[in-house]
């Protein structure tokens, strides 16, 4: 076996890449599969609730929507936060890398900008029901995808 001193830069490489697939795959193959839809819930109800019911014109002034999509928000970091300690996943991709790995979580983000493109003919409270809706689909489907991926990977490496 050769030692850390007589690896060729791709025999390091390539050691490295294993190493991680298989960190991530143990890791996230202990996700509930319930996290994905929570996650894509609490975002859809934080963004609807604070961007469509938290305003002045909303019942209660928006007071409601304001506890309620602040309660929602803060709910939702708790967990993802508490995700990514528990599983070790980091919070950032790699430098140098791209492709599916680093585009695919971007798929919520411009669902949820698209989303907001409702607010143009029907007003704020669409565009925040519209960008809460996609946003949080895109979210779970995302989440759910790199589950499902990440435990079929799991079952491959054991």
């Known amino acids: 076996m050769p030692t850390p001193e007589t690896l060729t830069s791709d025999e390091a490489s390539a050691a490295l890449q294993a190493a991680e697939r298989a960190r991530t795959a143990a890791a996230t193959?202990?996700?509930?599969?319930?996290?994905?839809?929570?996650?894509?819930?609490?975002?859809?109800?934080?963004?609807?609730?604070?961007?469509?019911?938290?305003?002045?014109?909303?019942?209660?002034?928006?007071?409601?929507?304001?506890?309620?999509?602040?309660?929602?928000?803060?709910?939702l970091v708790v967990l993802n936060i508490r995700e990514t300690r528990r599983t070790g996943i980091s919070l950032w991709p790699?430098?140098?890398?791209?492709?599916?790995?680093?585009?695919?979580?971007?798929?919520?983000?411009?669902?949820?900008?698209?989303?907001?493109?409702?607010?143009?003919?029907?007003?704020?409270?669409?565009?925040a029901v519209a960008s809460g809706l996609t946003g949080g689909l895109a979210l779970t489907a995302v989440a759910l995808r790199h589950n499902a991926a990440a435990r079929a990977s799991h079952g491959r490496h054991q």
């Open 29 to 75: 193959a202990a996700t509930p599969v319930w996290l994905a839809p929570v996650q894509g819930a609490l975002f859809a109800g934080a963004t609807i609730l604070l961007f469509g019911f938290g305003g002045p014109g909303s019942p209660a002034g928006g007071l409601w929507g304001n506890l309620a999509g602040a309660a929602a928000a803060v709910a």
């Open 94 to 127: 790699t430098p140098g890398r791209s492709g599916p790995r680093t585009l695919l979580p971007l798929l919520p983000l411009a669902a949820y900008a698209a989303g907001w493109l409702a607010a143009v003919p029907a007003g704020r409270v669409a565009g």
